[in-house]
């Protein structure tokens, strides 16, 4: 195969003064991380979804593992270089890592497992001390920071956090909600202290929460003024977040090459809804189109896998239960198979079977 030119990373565009310092913040940020390290100062490696607040009231500096793999999904190590993403991948896919796993999973481990921290985006994320996630969002990520935890020989703490439902926008947990979720806190804090040996101030923690306050207040003052159409903030300027009148669908690709040509495509759009858009869209309903192009070509279409309505789902989701077929009806292969871990490249081609009431 003929070896491919290296593509070009574009700046994202950016319109706002302060989000075009922003790249400045990042480094400043890891330049404090690691000085923090070098002062003998505690470091710990958590997932975005723990209280940030924490850490700066107990002296922690944190880096966060799943910011680090979009960092190094765009840096190289030089310009003729593979992105370091794709490098720490493919280490980790080389020490057993499937390709089925996330690309955050795959990057990080591979980021580890290479054995030089240094040898990363903005001179890698500084040795931790001790590594903190939460149980809720990501499936994975426990098992992947447990992973993370044996090889960087570390303690690792889990903030516990039940999913929950929610049935309306401004629904408030339950009291016996926020006090169990309290006691881990509570528990989070001890192990902290025990590790590092820096206490927890509630006067300390005040502060913190009070500046994080002022930053929700401004940063809902924003939202208000981004409603605006057109925005005068776009996506650019807000780290991709979508806010109103500046995204109205996000589209999602995956080839499969061969030969450098993509002979398999899927696709998904993420659609904002039809209500507000001008001029409007015709979207004929949520749907699944699958074409095979050939001789002849043919295209299908279905229906029906989406919830009729918004809330629908929340009893029973059929596009959930046609997701779980694809485990239930390998169920026969699987058992038919030699012991051991199997994917979909062992097993024959899985398909469902009658109804046992409909065979003869």
Known sequence: MAEQATAATKASRKSLKCAAKGWRFIQDDFAQGHDHKAAGKPVVWSCALVEKE???????HAFYPEQYASLSAVWRKSPDAEKDAVRFARIAEQHGYSTDLCGY??????????????????????????????????????????????????????????????RQRLETPK???IEYYRSQLEDC????????????????LNHCLDWAYRTNEVRLEIMELRKAVPSPMGSGDGFSCVYPGTVAAQRFTWQGMVKGQPVITVAVNWLMGEKDLDPPWKLDGERFEVEVQGDPSVLVTFRGLQPVFEKAD???????????????????????????????????????????????
């Not at 054995?115 to 809720?136: E, K, R």
């Not at 804090?189 to 300390?204: C, L, M, P």
């Not at 009806?329 to 079977?353: E, F, M």
């Open 175 to 177: 009291p016996y909600e």
């Open 314 to 360: 929340l009893k029973r989701n059929p596009g959930i239960v046609a997701t779980a077929m694809n485990c239930v009806n390998s169920i026969p292969y699987v058992c038919a198979a030699p012991a051991g871990i199997r994917t979909y490249l062992d097993l024959p081609l899985v398909a469902g079977r009658a109804d046992a009431g409909l065979r003869g």
């Open 189 to 204: 804090f001890s192990f902290i202290s025990d590790v590092t040996g820096n206490r927890y101030d509630q006067d300390r």
């Open 54 to 60: 924490i850490y700066h009231s107990m002296g922690l």
């Open 105 to 166: 999973h795959r990057a990080v481990m591979g980021y580890v497992i290479n054995g030089d921290l240094a040898d990363g985006a903005l001179g890698g994320m500084a040795a931790p001390d001790l590594l903190i996630t939460t149980s809720s969002v990501c499936d994975l990520r426990m098992k992947w920071w447990e992973d993370l935890a044996q090889r960087l020989r570390v303690p690792m703490f889990i903030l516990d956090r039940p999913e929950r439902i929610i």
